[in-house]
Each structure stands twice: as structure tokens, then as C-alpha cells.
């Protein structure tokens, strides 16, 4: 831990604030957050919304697909939020954020311009290198798609490392359907199997109705030599970690991603324990074998 | 170095605190506060409680004079010495509005430099417990660290066993075995204290010191003490106790407990190893400065655990199930051992005195119940 004395910049210190000569680093004090500025805001659904973030000391934040920031709204407070961006386009800084407590609530009000501040990346990622040479299968419910998005961008940077790749998406309704531009650029593909079904029909949706495991059932996959990468809401992950087992695909091969509430991000608040697990540095992305036990277990 | 030992008589005993002092320590120890005994600030041995013990039954603390003056026969403290290193409420940080985005202005206060003397070997064993926790090898926590870093750990041979503890079934005591800088020993017809450095800190210090030859009898009285002490515990864990848990997460007992848990968090707040905290933000009248403070939380508070806005674990007896399940199985699973020190404050403190060992020992019964029915 360093304390290096950052001088204000041509303001004297309130009274109210002690030890104005020690500012503390971001760069060393894990709880410190990291200034970055809103520079696009985009509304996506009626509660979900995109931030588009850059560093205001300019320094990119790289991360892997599947690890997440915090993310802290002055004088509010801070949550765990998965990064959404291209792992290869480092320095913009993309979270898609539903709007469901204080904190999230207070950022579904920012606009561009706008200051956040970052704690990370924090976590697991998912083992994208492990999938290569083989058929992919991502398994997104809901909101899941975005803790998904940086890994998708992988698969087709990386298109050639992978044989088929599918992407399958349930989400509530059509209206629910998270990045649909992107979803209908990843249909029009030809190396890309991109299926989506929605739990209730609308308008003139004219795809399927269905919970997403109906799409795992109708395979188009060759088992053994495939890797799942799953996230949903919880009910819906192991609905179908379990269908792709009973397809074949060999539960270390499954992969998932956990959502918990967490204080710290570093394993010393507790919050977010799962089993023996740290969601937040032992996750988010847990391999299936490791924790189908668990997975099943009511309020645990 | 390190091997530095001798006896500090009954008369020379003072000027232990008086080097701790002189090197600028906040000297820590037992005394007595109304009926209890807890930890608090000393600058004079008469301040540090003598002669006074604690009789703890599950549910119940009463204080006690002893037939002898030992000082460190306390049976554990009823505030725990946890807040020294893990304090109820830190502040991380403070930022101000700049106008154009904020600033961080600030970081906590440098960590105070503080002697804990006359920690129990139970107690002892929790700061090992919590080092793994705020230090874990990816991340350490600055505001523990910084106070660890800075204190000094004095702990003494445990001589009085209360009914709730159990550390000898825990292997943490009642010797003084986790690391240390100085371990104590008071001799028995208050012969004085048998001390021995166990850091180069701790021999740093005891070399600053009168101290008279040790006794040829005192190493054998210091584990006899112990051995005494151990004899007297009469709680224990059951074998396998952390496989025991992972086997039932769903079995019906966990409702028995929930009908009498108040889910008040008293053992968390009484637990030594207990590190749970939640973030709390706060602004300025005018809103231009937020600061950020830690403050100790509880697995038994219903917003503890959610996920998309919701309370996970709805139900007490999920909520306790988390607590002894993390406290006697998934600890090991972290790091490797017990997150219980079997110092019995639990059990003590429980207003409807629920009992961790008895919890443990009805589900291991029931197991064996279940097998023999089946057999």
C-alpha cells in the first residue's frame, strides 16, 4: 500500500476532509475507484442500459471475457457489474447494467459526461483457449447475454480456433431481447449458429416459444468435442448445464457464471460466499463439474 | 535471538508495560468493566484485572472472584479482542465533486501501534484465522494488515477452563501454540510470569527487562497448567464434523435450530474469526465529499445474500446453516482448517443458548440413525 501525496489540484482542502496531503492511489489500494467518464449512454430495454466508459487518466483497463468491475456512483455506492465490452478494444470500457437497486437506479439516471468510478477487473474469466479445436456453445437467459458479449467477441475475432459455434438466447419476450442488433448481425452470419426463443410471444414474432434448454435438446453439436459457456438467472443455468450433460457434453467442459452481491470484490466482506467459494475471486465463472453439487442446493 | 526467556517477578511486572509504552504501544488487556470482563486500554498493571474469572454456560456470563490473583485466567473476554485488528467501523476513503467528475482526498489514519497482552491461546489462534482472511494471497486488506503489521501479540497459558470451551478439541490451546511475539505464563502462588520471546520483536523487548532465571520447574508447571485446563473442557466437535455439514445442506434439523435462532447475530459479533463486513457511503450536508466506511456485518441479517435485487437466503434456517456450515466446513475448504477456535463465545453469548458443538453432535446422531435404519 503506498501513500503518495497527490497535490489538489488549485483547490484548498474542505475542512471536512482529514489528511488532505494523503490521497490514496487506485494504482496500489484495491479499494480505492478509478475516475472514468460516461461517453455514450445507451437505453436498451425498458430497464437495462450501456455505458460506454473511458479512463479519465487514459489508461486502458484490459480485462478477459467474463470478469467483472465494480462500479461506484459518488456518494451512493458501488455494485458488482460484468464487463460487456471487446476484450481486444481495451480502452473503451462497456457495462450493461439493469436498473433494479439504489446504485444501478441512481446510474440509469447518468448521462454522458458523467462520472464513474472503477474498481478491477475482478475474477474468473471464461477459459476461452480450452474450447479450441472444438464445437462451442453459449447458452445466454435474459441479462446473461452481457457477462457473454466479450467472450462472443473472442469466438469470431478468433473465428478460425473453433469448429461450429452456437450461440443460444432465450430472453422473456421479444422486447426483452438484450444487444438486437448484434443478435441479428450474429444470424446473418454463416459460420454462426445464432438461435433465439422467447418465453412468451409478441407482435409478430414469428421464432420460437420455449425455455432456452428446448434449443440445447435440438443439438446441431458434436458433444464430445464441445464446451459450453452458460449464464442465465440461476433456475435457467441449471436447466441447462443439465440438458447439455444428458446431450453428452462432459461436465468439466461446462462452464458458468455466477451472480452474487459483493462489498469489496477481494474476498473480505464476505457477501458474495457460494459453498467454500468467493464468488468474486473464485468467480464469477465456476467450471460445472466443480459445483453441481451445489448449484441445486435451495438459498445456499 | 528469538530464544530469550526468563521470569518476571510480581514486582518487575510493571515495567513490562512500561517498554511496551516507552515504544510507543497502546498497551491492550483484560480488565474489568461493570460485570464483565472485556479488553480496553491500560497504562498501569493495577489497571489489568486480577483475580477475576468468568463462569459462560450457553445463554449465560457471570463474572466471578477467583481463590487466586492470577490476571489472565479470564476465560475469553466478553467483548473480543477481534475489534483491535478488525475494527467494528473503519474508513476506507474520501473523495470530493470536483465539478467535472472527484477526487479521492483522503485515506484512513496511519494504524495504531497496539500491544495486545494476555490474548488466550483461542484468541491467539482467531488473529492467525483472520491473517489468512485480509491477506489471501491475492489481495491484503490495508486497514487489517496495517494494524497487524504494527501490533505486538503477548498471549498467556490459558489456566481456567469455562464450560463453553472447547479449545483443545480445536487444537488451539489452552498452550499458547499460534504465532506470537511473546508468550506468558503465570506461575502458579503468583511466583510470577514465565515469559519467552517467540519473535525477535517479543525478544527485542524481554531483553529490555529484569528478569530473573526461569525456575527449574517452570516449563513442567506452564504444560501442567495446560493440561489442566484441557482436562476441564468438556465440549468437542464430531469426527469429520466438515464432511458431516457438506452431507446434510438439506436435512430437516436446520429447521429445529431456525424454530428457537432469533437470527440476531450475536455469535457473529462474538466470533473471533467472523470477518463479514458491509460498505457504508456517506455524503456531506451539501453532497461534495462522500466518504467510504467498512462496518462489521452479520450472515444472519436477511439482505446479506441476494442476487437481482432479492434476499437469497429468505429462510433462518438457511441463514444458520450458512454460518456453521462456513464456521466448521467451507472455512477448510478456503483456507485450509477450522474457522473455529473453540472459545465458546457462541454458545455464551446465544440468548436462546444454542450450542455450535450440540448442533453438530444432533446432526452427526441423526446421521447415524438414518444409517442404522437402513442397515
Keep these: 500500500m503506498s501513500t503518495l501525496a497527490t497535490p489538489l489540484k488549485g483547490h484548498a482542502p474542505p475542512p471536512e476532509a482529514p489528511h488532505p496531503a494523503a490521497a490514496p492511489d487506485p494504482a496500489t489500494d484495491p479499494m480505492v475507484p478509478r475516475p472514468f467518464r460516461i461517453v455514450r449512454v445507451k437505453k436498451e430495454l425498458s430497464d437495462t442500459f450501456t455505458f460506454d466508459l473511458v479512463a479519465q487518466d487514459g489508461a486502458p483497463l484490459g480485462f478477459r471475457p467474463g470478469q467483472f468491475n465494480m462500479l461506484y456512483v459518488f456518494g451512493v455506492g458501488e455494485v458488482p457489474i460484468s464487463i460487456s465490452g471487446d476484450p481486444a478494444v481495451p480502452e473503451v470500457l462497456v457495462h450493461t447494467t439493469r436498473a433494479v437497486g439504489t446504485v444501478t437506479r441512481a446510474m440509469w439516471a447518468m448521462k454522458a459526461g458523467a462520472t464513474i468510478g472503477i474498481r478491477g477487473p475482478f475474477g474468473s474469466a471464461w477459459p476461452v483457449e480450452t474450447a479450441r479445436g472444438g464445437d462451442v456453445v453459449v447458452v445466454a437467459g435474459g441479462i446473461g447475454l452481457a457477462p457473454l458479449r466479450p467472450l462472443i467477441h473472442t469466438l469470431l475475432n478468433q473465428r478460425e480456433s473453433f469448429n461450429r459455434v452456437m450461440i443460444l438466447y432465450g430472453a422473456r419476450t421479444p422486447e426483452d431481447i438484450l444487444y438486437k442488433t448484434e443478435v441479428r448481425a450474429w444470424r446473418g452470419r454463416f459460420d454462426v449458429s445464432a438461435q433465439v426463443t422467447v418465453d412468451r410471444a409478441t407482435g409478430g414474432w414469428s421464432g420460437p416459444v420455449g425455455v432456452v434448454t428446448r434449443l440445447i435438446n435440438a443439438g446441431g453439436f458434436d458433444a464430445p468435442s464441445t464446451t459450453a459457456f452458460v449464464c442465465g438467472p440461476e433456475v435457467m443455468m441449471r436447466a441447462a448445464c443439465d440438458a447439455l450433460t444428458r446431450k453428452g457434453v462432459a461436465r468439466g467442459k461446462v462452464w458458468l457464471s455466477m451472480e452474487r452481491n459483493m462489498k469489496c470484490a477481494l474476498g473480505f466482506c464476505g457477501h458474495c460466499q457460494w459453498g467454500g467459494a468467493f464468488v468474486c475471486k473464485d468467480g464469477p465463472v465456476f467450471n460445472y463439474a466443480a459445483v453441481a453439487d451445489r448449484l441445486p442446493v435451495a438459498e445456499y | ?375
Design chain 2, 1 to 375: 535471538m528469538d530464544d530469550v526467556s526468563g521470569l518476571l517477578r510480581p514486582a518487575d511486572q510493571s515495567a513490562l508495560i512500561d517498554a511496551l509504552t516507552a515504544r510507543g504501544y497502546t498497551v491492550l488487556a483484560p480488565v474489568r468493566q461493570g460485570d464483565a470482563l472485556t479488553v480496553a486500554p491500560v497504562t498501569a498493571l493495577d489497571q489489568v484485572a486480577r483475580g477475576w474469572t468468568a463462569d459462560q454456560t450457553a445463554g449465560t456470563y457471570r463474572l466471578r472472584r477467583r481463590d487466586d490473583a492470577r490476571r489472565f485466567a479470564t476465560t475469553p473476554a466478553a467483548l473480543p479482542w477481534k475489534r483491535v485488528l478488525h475494527p467494528p467501523e473503519a474508513h476506507l476513503w474520501t473523495a470530493r465533486d470536483t465539478g467535472n467528475g472527484f477526487e479521492m482526498i483522503s485515506k484512513p489514519e496511519p494504524p495504531p501501534k497496539q500491544a495486545l497482552l494476555g490474548l488466550l491461546p483461542c484468541d491467539l489462534a482467531a488473529i492467525a484465522r483472520q491473517d489468512k482472511v485480509f491477506d489471501n494471497g491475492t489481495f491484503a486488506d490495508p486497514v487489517y494488515t496495517g494494524r497487524r503489521e504494527n501490533a505486538l501479540l503477548i498471549a498467556a497459558t490459558c489456566a481456567q477452563a469455562g464450560d463453553t470451551c472447547f479449545c483443545a478439541a480445536m487444537e488451539t490451546g489452552p498452550d499458547v501454540r499460534s504465532p506470537c511475539d511473546i508468550a506468558l505464563t503465570e506461575l502458579d502462588d503468583d511466583a510470577g510470569w514465565l515469559v519467552e520471546a517467540r519473535s525477535g520483536k517479543g525478544a527485542e523487548i524481554l531483553s529490555g527487562l529484569p528478569l530473573a532465571p526461569v525456575p527449574d520447574t517452570a516449563f513442567t508447571q506452564r504444560d501442567a497448567i495446560a493440561e489442566a485446563t484441557a482436562a476441564a473442557q468438556i465440549r468437542t466437535l464430531p469426527a469429520d464434523t466438515p464432511g458431516l455439514l457438506h452431507r446434510h445442506l438439506d436435512h430437516p434439523h436446520w429447521q429445529a435450530v431456525a424454530d428457537r435462532c432469533l437470527s440476531c447475530g450475536n455469535c457473529t459479533n462474538q466470533c473471533p474469526t467472523c470477518f463479514c463486513s458491509n460498505t457504508e457511503d456517506v455524503t456531506s450536508l451539501d453532497g461534495t465529499i462522500a466518504e467510504r466506511r467498512r462496518v462489521w456485518d452479520s450472515c444472519f441479517s436477511l439482505d446479506f445474500t441476494y442476487a437481482t435485487g432479492r434476499p437469497l437466503r429468505q429462510s433462518t434456517e438457511s441463514r444458520y446453516r450458512q454460518w456453521i456450515t462456513h464456521k466448521l466446513s467451507t472455512w477448510h475448504d478456503q483456507f485450509g482448517e477450522s474457522g473455529c477456535i473453540g472459545c465458546g463465545r457462541c454458545i455464551t453469548w446465544c440468548p436462546v443458548g444454542i450450542d455450535i458443538t450440540e448442533e453438530a453432535a444432533a446432526l452427526a446422531a441423526l446421521e447415524d440413525a438414518a444409517e442404522a435404519a437402513h442397515a
